[in-house]
Every structure is written in C-alpha cells, then in structure tokens.
C-alpha cells in the first residue's frame, strides 16, 4: 500500500514539474517514479535498521534540520564579515578534531557538508582510524565548545534525517 501510495506522490511531482497530465508524460512519471523507488527501497522502506526512521519522519525532520542549518550559515558569515572588515582580529583559526561517533558513513558526509556550508569552517580530512573529522575553524579559541556544537547539532537535528 505504501509503495503505490509514494508511486502515486512521486508521479503527481513529476506531472507537476512538467505542467503536463497527458497520459504519455503520466506513463513516463511511473516509469521514473517506479525506478527510483527500486533503487532507494533500501532508504525509503526498510525502517527496522538500527538508529534509522521511516521515510515520511525523515521528511518532516528535514525542516528543522534544513533551518537550523541556514541559521549556521548566517552566523558563519556574519562572523567573516566581521573579519573582513578588520572589526575582530583573527587570532585563534586553527584545526578542532570533531570525534564521528555513531555516524554513518553518509551521516558523515552530511556533517561535513553541513559543517562547509558555513563560512569559516571547512572539513580538512575524515581520519577513519582515529575516527574523527578534522575541521579547520576560523575562531578555534574554544575547540571543547565547537566539538560540542556539533555534536548538540548532530543529536537534535541531523541524527532524525541522516543518522
């Protein structure tokens, strides 16, 4: 029930995005839409995996964690800004080892994508041995609190959608 249900929503997006309902483009809609639900099933359907959650909760925590990252963004840049413009010195910029934890290899990727967006942090290097993200922090003056942020971030936002 549910597979017709996301074969039904994917299609509806497809027609929508195409501003067209002829039969021939809703045919090729569930052809797409089929295909792509073969090959996420994995993702979309299987919700016993440990520390995961079913599709339609990932959706609806997107949104927070969506937010909550454009908010690091206008921080990040703020604080830049601020360096641009000679009003704060830049002093303290250095490398703040960020332990991985119970990520996923994807839940990994996602940090670090997260973590890049804002301006004045860039993922250097994933040390998969010592299991920690090296992250250059343009104001490393406290590296306890950055690991600690990302880790809070981590916890309530991003482990929902991407664990």
Sequence with gaps: MRVLLYLLLLTLTYALVLASFKPWDLAIGV????????????FVFDEHRAGERGVLRR????????AVTAWRVVVGTWEVALLTLHLRKLENQGIVAVPIGER???GVAVSALSTTLSPGT?????????????????DASDPDAFR????????????????
């Design 31 to 42: 052809a797409v839409s089929g295909t792509l639900l073969f090959l996420f099933r994995r």
């Design 59 to 66: 959706v609806l925590a997107f949104w927070p964690f969506a």
């Design 104 to 106: 996923t290899p994807l």
């Design 148 to 163: 600690e942020g990302e880790q809070d971030f981590y916890r309530r936002y991003q482990r929902k959608v991407f664990p």
């Design 122 to 138: 860039v993922l250097i290097d994933v040390d998969w041995e010592r299991e920690v993200m090296l992250i250059h922090v343009i």
